[in-house]
């Protein structure tokens, strides 16, 4: 998903479809978060102006992210659609809120910022469904309390003192 200027300036009027599936596993070593990510299926469609290009894709695809709660896989498919504009010349000039790119070293690159979106698409949190994902009920040095064995349990510490009142 490589460029150059003069290849794009070739396409200007036939235009550029893209169909394809594209390997971002090295999103692992970007985000610790991401255990697994499956290739992911970009559509799009480049539309030249005369001093830039804008990619409208549709990025599609799986990965596979710790659970919040219990660190268990989660599955998470994503969907996103992204537009990227890039200049051709450094001295064209375009409004201050417009996200416009530069093209650097004459080729234009479009999997970093593949990459980028699919990164935007992480949730701040996510949850397994199922028993396959619940928690376990101890583990080393720790419980997890629910509200039944919260009423039951008494604490080790004070023991001794539940035997105060009792009648001898």
């Known amino acids: 998903m ?4 003069q290849q794009l300036n070739a396409l200007k009027t036939k235009g ?6 594209v390997d971002v596993s ?10 697994d990510v499956s290739l992911v299926h970009v559509m799009g469609e480049a539309t030249f102006s005369n001093h830039s290009v804008t990619f409208l894709l549709k990025i599609s695809g799986d990965m ?4 919040s709660r219990t660190l268990a896989d989660v599955k998470l498919s994503f969907q996103t659609e992204t537009s990227e504009t ?6 064209i000039g375009f409004d201050g809120d417009d996200d416009v790119h530069d093209i ?3 080729t234009l690159d479009l999997l970093p910022y593949i990459k980028q979106a699919i ?4 949730p701040l949190q996510i949850f397994s469904e199922g028993l396959e ?8 040095d720790w419980e997890l309390l629910t509200e039944e064995n919260k009423k039951e349990r008494i604490d080790p510490r004070l023991a001794d003192l539940a035997k105060f009142f009792d009648d001898k």
């Open 119 to 122: 990164l935007l698409e992480i």
């Open 104 to 106: 650097e070293n004459d």
């Open 86 to 91: 890039f200049k051709f010349h450094d001295w």
């Open 26 to 35: 090295d999103l692992k070593e970007m985000d610790r978060e991401i255990r």
């Open 16 to 21: 550029i479809k893209i169909d394809e599936m």
């Open 2 to 5: 490589k460029w150059t200027v």
């Open 64 to 67: 596979v992210l710790p659970c």
């Open 133 to 140: 994902g619940e928690a376990p009920p101890s583990g080393n």
